[in-house]
């Protein structure tokens, strides 16, 4: 009969969790826990006092306290000391001795120790979700201001293929957005050989390069680059990935020009005026 009714009781709780939708509540695992108390008693009650069946509390007890709350789970190992010492003392006819009393304070312990061990999962699983959390929101924002910066980002890994560009990069260089994963150094050494050329010493000397300027051309434009590398060792022994940043200075040149240029009106107008005869005095007076 014991075994026919753990058989059916099985099989509803298997419906109740796994094909019923809704979460499962506190009544059912206190009924859960109630049941499979129930059934490990009648086993220890038939096979008698301290057998090996005994040890079955220590499941449910360890069980529950891992479903349960702290407090409920400790609820579950004291009602299974006192179920197991009631039927030992009026199942069976024996006296309450040291063996009792240290099977019941296992049963206490393990209850314990699991609610202790699960405590620190949970706080170690609540610091990963925040964790994980954190992450994804650096990410989403680290992708937000990739895809908005006025500036050009391209990360090649060490076997010469495209591993990332942002938006900036594919339309300043005129690659075929969306695409990843091919060898792009050629492209580049068409396109763009300041950018190649930095790439590859990164790459084989692993140092950074640091405002190296050239000029690109794309779709008939020619316009100067500003270029920084930086090179990160993905896997030891392996050729390091490099990230490239750079961007179009070709207003920075023409600041500059324009800047070359009003330094040279002024020295020529400060020669100019040093020229220039005073007031009251004639030209002869100059030379």
Do not use: C
Request: without cysteine.
């Amino acid at each position: 009969i014991s075994v026919t009714l753990a058989l059916i009781v099985t099989a509803l709780s298997l419906w109740y969790t796994h094909f019923r939708i809704g979460a499962v509540g506190a009544t059912f695992l206190y009924g859960q826990a109630v049941f499979d108390l129930a059934l490990v008693t009648a086993f220890v009650h038939i096979s008698g006092p301290y057998n090996v069946f005994s040890a079955l509390y220590i499941l449910v007890i360890a069980f529950n306290t891992v479903l349960m709350p702290l407090a409920n789970g400790l609820l579950v190992a004291l009602l299974a000391g006192i179920v197991y010492a009631a039927d030992v003392v009026f199942g069976h006819p024996v006296e309450i001795d040291a063996a009792l009393l240290m099977q019941v304070a296992v049963f206490w312990v393990v209850a314990g120790a699991t609610a202790y061990l699960v405590s620190r999962v949970r706080v170690v699983g609540a610091e990963q979700e925040k964790l994980v959390a954190d992450l994804r929101r650096v990410r989403l924002e680290a992708s937000d201001i990739l895809r908005n910066i006025k500036t050009g980002i391209i990360t090649v890994g060490g076997d010469g293929r495209l591993v990332y560009a942002n938006p900036t990069a594919v339309d300043l260089l005129g690659l075929e957005a969306g695409r990843r994963d091919y060898p792009v150094l050629d492209v580049l050494q068409g396109v763009a050989p300041v950018l190649s050329e930095a790439i590859r010493r990164t790459a084989s000397e692993g140092r950074r390069v640091v405002r190296r300027e050239g000029d690109a051309q794309v779709d008939g434009r020619t316009f100067p680059l500003g270029v920084s590398t930086t090179a990160v060792q993905v896997e030891e022994g392996q050729p390091p990935s490099v990230t490239v940043i750079f961007k179009d200075i070709s207003d920075e040149k023409r600041l500059e020009a324009l800047h070359l240029r009003t330094e040279r009106l002024e020295a020529v107008a400060e020669i100019a005026a040093s020229l220039a005869p005073r007031k009251g005095s004639t030209i002869e007076d100059h030379y």
